[in-house]
């Protein structure tokens, strides 16, 4: 009786050796094997973190950190700031803490969503009609640019004293005479959202509502279409003419 040469375990047959011309036919299959479960587990995995970033249009608030689940998010934020955009990973509700640079127990704590690709902005503003209440809410900002051939501006009228506000965004070469008001009566503390209008070399006023004298006029901001801006306005001070600060900060789109 022939016999057949067996390897390990009675019955298993021994596999036959591979040629190298088939190990060189089979690399190419096995690395893109590899590779594609590679790109699966990396797609599988990855998780886009959020930006968060802090507007204090406080005046009262002493000089602040900021913390987001236990995480410095800015240090030493003081009053009409916006700060840069900080990456943080998403959270379904993160805790917000604010204490003083000096040190101690939180100030204000609030929490929110804090989600994936998204874009936020921590806004502390003053309770008005206190002198020394201060308040943490926690707004969304737009992450697509605008459409082509258009700027969105978000504005933000913190200025009490000066109340509410009527916006110009005064085309090169237009007298603010012949100019429409972008926002009319815009009242302190809201309502907040972003505005469009089409993009080009043009001149921010800031009037009191109704009256035509400027509390505030920009520099020329050279627009050429996506750009998405926030603008914090604050009372510059707080007697006599009205007259306010504007801090512009980009969201989304061309840089500055």
């Not at 240090?75 to 998403?90: K, R, V, W």
């Not at 009372?235 to 500055?256: E, F, Q």
């Amino acid at each position: 009786m022939s016999t057949r040469r067996r390897n390990g375990n009675l019955g298993r047959a021994v596999p036959r050796r591979m040629t190298r011309r088939g190990l060189i036919a089979a690399a190419p299959a096995a690395f893109a094997a590899a590779l594609f479960l590679s790109s699966c587990e990396n797609v599988a995995t990855y998780t886009q973190p959020t930006a968060v970033r802090v507007i204090d249009a406080s005046y009262i608030a002493p000089a602040a950190n900021f913390t987001v689940n236990g995480q410095l998010l800015d240090a030493d934020i003081g009053s009409a700031s916006i700060s840069p955009y900080g990456t943080l990973a998403p959270s379904a509700s993160a805790t917000i803490d604010m204490t003083a640079t000096t040190g101690g127990a939180a100030l204000l704590a609030t929490s929110a969503p804090l989600l994936a690709g998204n874009q936020y902005s921590i806004l502390l503003s003053d309770s008005f009609g206190t002198s020394t209440a201060y308040l943490i809410s926690v707004l969304e900002d737009q992450v697509t640019p605008a459409p082509a051939g258009s700027a969105d501006f978000r504005f933000l009228n913190q200025a009490e004293m000066t109340g509410a506000i009527d916006i110009y965004m005064v085309p090169a070469g237009t007298a603010i005479a012949n100019a429409v008001p972008l926002v009319t009566n815009l009242p302190v503390g809201g309502p907040i959202s972003y505005v469009g209008f089409p993009a080009q070399n043009v001149t921010m006023i800031i009037t009191p509502t109704g009256i035509t004298t400027p509390a505030y006029t920009s520099n020329p901001i050279p627009l050429i279409g996506g750009e998405v801006r926030t603008v914090l306005i604050m009372d510059a001070k707080l007697t006599g003419n009205p007259s306010v600060a504007a801090i512009m900060a980009s969201d989304a789109g061309p840089a500055d």
